[in-house]
């Protein structure tokens, strides 16, 4: 069977990286006046709450090395998903230019503008799908159980803590500008 072992690299990354977006949101959105007031110190105190983890994974990696067999099908199937995904991620980024990284959530007094324009007219949250697509393609590729998990867990906490959450901030900001969007435009294409 033909496989793609040097992509297995994907599963490692995907695992070893992916906590830090959840765990910077979620403290973002948890304790909103507390990131304000430490600023880029955000960044420091989600680093050092990161190394139980890494210890963790450190110290179990035979859950690393437990895979699935997919068949070459469901590989290039996945692949078609992670570029789709990566695609969606580079499209939101080139829209909004950086804003997307968080660091307006407590450097930025001035909100700037809703934007309801390329892929916003289609979808609220193109970046939380894109990361939906990336996560299952490796996956799929990869046939890692991790990622797999990994997978579940990040749309499980983007759909219903961080995305809840950042509404709430988009509202407040926003106003019936933001309610009037969310009336039009669903949260993805078919969602």
């Known amino acids: 069977m033909f496989s793609f072992p040097y ?3 994907l599963n490692y990354l995907l695992v070893f990286v992916w ?3 959840p765990m910077y949101w979620l403290f973002v959105h948890f304790f909103t006046s507390f990131a304000k007031k430490i600023k880029f110190l955000t960044f420091i105190l989600i680093y050092t709450l990161y190394i139980p983890y890494l210890y963790f994974l450190i110290n179990n990696q035979s ?5 699935i067999q997919t068949s070459f099908t469901l590989k290039l199937f996945g692949f078609f998903i992670f570029v789709a995904g990566a695609f969606l991620q580079l499209l939101t980024l080139s829209i ?3 804003r997307i990284l968080g660091l307006n959530e407590f450097v930025l007094e001035d909100p700037g503008d809703l934007e309801t324009r ?3 007219k289609y979808m609220r949250h193109p970046t939380y799908l894109s990361h939906s697509l990336l996560f299952f393609g490796v996956f799929l ?3 890692g159980t991790m990622s797999l998990v990994v997978s579940i867990f990040d749309f499980l906490i983007n759909n219903f803590l961080i995305i809840p959450f950042e509404e709430r901030e988009l509202t407040k900001r926003f106003g019936y500008k933001y309610e009037s969007y969310k009336k039009r435009v669903k949260r993805y294409f078919f969602i």
């Not at 859950?63 to 895979?67: A, D, Q």
């Open 7 to 9: 992509l297995n690299i």
């Open 19 to 21: 906590p830090l977006i």
């Open 63 to 67: 859950l690393l090395n437990m895979y």
């Open 96 to 98: 909004l230019k950086g």
């Open 118 to 120: 390329f892929i916003y």
């Open 141 to 143: 590729i990869s046939g």
